[in-house]
């Protein structure tokens, strides 16, 4: 990882910059929660990222997620997380990844800890929403 490279805006506040330049930081984060996961010796391919609302409306509906979903925002990720050649589907295998993306920003959420575990997701909560 460069060293030289700033993260960004980490002095100021998330709740009082725009939410195109959360969506940045939050980019960010995940750039270092990849750089992170190589470096562990974890492999990843993308998920979604971005939702519609009108999907996230679907999913809502048939309980696999909420209207109001961080995806909607462009501040949610799912990932497709391996080791040593193995897909990693519970929530448990994936906490290592959960605890360093929460260790960046306070406003850093991982789906490992939500009622509903769901290890793969990393968001940045946002107006109260995870
Ligand atoms: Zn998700």
Known sequence: ???????????????EITLRECQSKFVDDISYLIGFAYNQG??????EAYRTPEQAALNAKSGIGIKNSLHTKRLAIDFNVFKDGKYLTKSEDLKELGEYWKSLNIKNAWGGDFKNADGNHFSQSRNGVK
Request: charged share 45%; hydrophobic share 30%; aromatic share 10%.
């Open 1 to 15: 990882m460069n060293e030289q490279r700033k993260r960004l805006k980490e002095d100021v506040k998330l709740s």
């Open 42 to 47: 974890y492999e990843l391919t993308f998920g």
